[in-house]
Every structure is written in structure tokens, then in C-alpha cells.
């Protein structure tokens, strides 16, 4: 791992500077304190960037795997029984507040994101910072889309667009220009088709966004599958309204604040638990080479996840390990 190599290389050559120092062993020892303090707080800085940069670079890599690819908009895989994602430095992805249809079962299909109502032209954001997965045209289906993966472990799906704006491998920054507004693809009028997706499998988008008020639900929502049906549900009834046909401008993008009457301060709900964070297994992985990939010991991913130490683990499964 780049991370473990960079902080080693680091220790390293903090090493080296401490050798260097040509003074006498007291002085050598006296200098040494502040030294080092000065040194933590550097390796502390540094290796919050390097953190910071690798989570651009490959984001969520842990709950990912390997599954970096630019041909599959979407392969369900195995969701972890919970998982706390992180919502704070968002961005709409449009101003839109119009929710023209939701997410979940219409005319016999799944429907697997939300309708937002868009205008030709009109500019589409990324939702958080994140690596571009996908840039293709879907004749019968998106039509010109794109895929967008973020370290906080949800992908985001842009359909329907007019033009494209960002590459394949891009990174972006939440708010970053991805595309047009469009009509392609399978489409009857302009809108964005707009999902969110955990390990492939898709969410509904209420869960996280209320486009009518403009703004995200909470800092964090804890994702948990015994309770995913359940919250969909009620994302869909109080964030998801369907608005009606004639729209105007106005209506769509309202003016900031009108509509906060609409918020419902009950569903309102942020979650403060500390940060898990996972870890997907891959083939030839054991709960021991495991442990010594993330830094911590089998015991913790026991005690973590429930198992025994003998726990037979398979490819793709899911594993806690903060
Ligand atoms: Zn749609």
C-alpha cells in the first residue's frame, strides 16, 4: 500500500535527519523532544494528505476492492449489514426542486433513481468529490451518462444528459460541472435520471437527498439493511413528492427558502457514531493477513464483526475493521 510505504519512507528519513544532526549525544537528547513533536505533527499532516489524496485517487478502495472499471455502470455485490456514509461537503447535483418521479417500482418496473426535472443545457454537478468510473451513451437506456465513485462508498449516476463534461478516471470536486441536462437515451422530456449506489446496488436517492429543500438529510445516515425497505419508504413519502405537470422555472428551481415549510424536521435524523470502516475480502485473504493489511489485530476484527477466530471468511464479503 502506497499509504504504509509513504509513512515508512517518512519515519525513515526523519531518521536520517536526526542521525544527521552533528551534535553531541546530550545536546543530541536535549533537541531530540521538541524534535520530535515537531516531527508527529509533520507525520500527522502529511499523512492526512497522503490519506486525503489516496481517497481521490481510488476511492473507498476498502469496501471496493479491486473493482475499479470503466465498462460496468453498475454489478450488485455484496452490501455490508451497515455502514455509516458520510453526507457532509455535498453538492446538488442540479437546483431543481421538482421530483418528477420516484424511485421504486413504476408500470411493472424498477425504477432505480429519481426524476429530476431539467432543462436542456441546464449545468449538473457532482454530488461529492469523487474519480469518474463511467462516460458512455446508452441508447435504450441512460442515454449519455456518467458514473462517479466516492470515498464515502456510494456511487452516483448522471443520466439522460445533453453533453458529457468530464473523462473517464477524472477526478472531480463536489459542485464540479459533469454534464448537461438532457433528453437522451430512454427519455420522454428532458429531467435527470439520478441514483445512488452502494456496492452496485442501488438506493433510494431520498435516503440521502431532498431535492425539494435543497439539501442533504443529514451529516451522516447510518445505511442498514434491516431497516433499508423501511426508511426507503418513508425517504420516498416525505423527501420524494412528485410534483405536478405544468412546471415553470419557477417552480423548478423555487427561490431559496420558499419551500423550507415543506421540511419535515422529524425525519431529520443525524446519526453520531463514531466511523466504521470496511474492508472487502479478496480471494486468498485469511482473518490474519487480513488484520496485517489494515493494522489491527485478528481479535478486533472478532470482536468488530462477531466471529469466532477460526471464522471462515469468502471473497467479497464485507468485514469491519474500525
Ligand atoms: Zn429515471
Keep these: 500500500m502506497t499509504l504504509k510505504k509513504t509513512a515508512k519512507t517518512l519515519t525513515i528519513s526523519l531518521l ?16 531530540q523532544a521538541p524534535v520530535d513533536r515537531r516531527a508527529k505533527k509533520l507525520d500527522s499532516i502529511e499523512i ?30 455484496e452490501l455490508p449489514d451497515s455502514f455509516v456514509i458520510n453526507l457532509r461537503h455535498f453538492c446538488m447535483p442540479t437546483p ?7 424511485f421504486g417500482s413504476r408500470w411493472g418496473r424498477q425504477h432505480k433513481g429519481l426524476d429530476i426535472k431539467v432543462y436542456i443545457g441546464d449545468t449538473i ?8 468510473r ?3 451513451y446508452e441508447r435504450r437506456g441512460y442515454g449519455n451518462y456518467v458514473v462517479i465513485r466516492h470515498p464515502n462508498g456510494l456511487e452516483t449516476i448522471y443520466g439522460h444528459l445533453s453533453k458529457h463534461l468530464v473523462k473517464e478516471n477524472q477526478v472531480v470536486r463536489a459542485g464540479e460541472p459533469i454534464g448537461l441536462g438532457g433528453n437522451t437515451g430512454r427519455s420522454t422530456g428532458s429531467h435527470l435520471h439520478f441514483e445512488t449506489r452502494l456496492c452496485g446496488v442501488a438506493l433510494n436517492p431520498a435516503l440521502f437527498f431532498d431535492f425539494r429543500n435543497q439539501d442533504v438529510v443529514a451529516d451522516q445516515v ?15 413519502r416525505e423527501r420524494g413528492k412528485v410534483g405536478n405537470g405544468g412546471y415553470t422555472r419557477d417552480q423548478i428551481y423555487g427561490t431559496p427558502g420558499h419551500s423550507a415549510d415543506l421540511a419535515s424536521t422529524a425525519v431529520r435524523n443525524t446519526i453520531n457514531q463514531p466511523e466504521r470502516v470496511y474492508y472487502k475480502v479478496l480471494k486468498g485473504d485469511t482473518l490474519e493477513s487480513i ?16 466471529y469466532r477466530r477460526n471464522q471462515a471468511i469468502r471473497p467479497g464479503q464485507i468485514i469491519r475493521y474500525i
Aim: with cysteine; glycine share 6%; charged share 20%.
Design 16 to 31: 536520517f535527519a536526526l542521525v544527521a544532526i552533528p551534535v553531541a549525544g546530550q545536546d543530541l537528547l536535549a533537541r
Design 48 to 77: 492526512r494528505s497522503v490519506v486525503a489524496r489516496e481517497n481521490m485517487q481510488s476511492p473507498a478502495a476498502l469496501l471496493y476492492g479491486d473493482d475499479w472499471n470503466n465498462q460496468y455502470a453498475h454489478r450488485a455485490t
Design 96 to 102: 431543481s426542486r421538482v421530483v418528477t418521479s420516484n
Design 125 to 132: 454537478r457532482s454530488a461529492f468529490n469523487g474519480k469518474v
Design 134 to 136: 463511467i462516460v458512455k
Design 222 to 236: 447510518l445505511f442498514s439493511k434491516d431497516s433499508y425497505q423501511k426508511e426507503s419508504t418513508i425517504a420516498t
Design 291 to 306: 488484520a496485517s493489511k489494515v493494522g489491527v489485530t485478528v481479535d478486533k476484527l472478532c470482536r468488530l464483526n462477531g
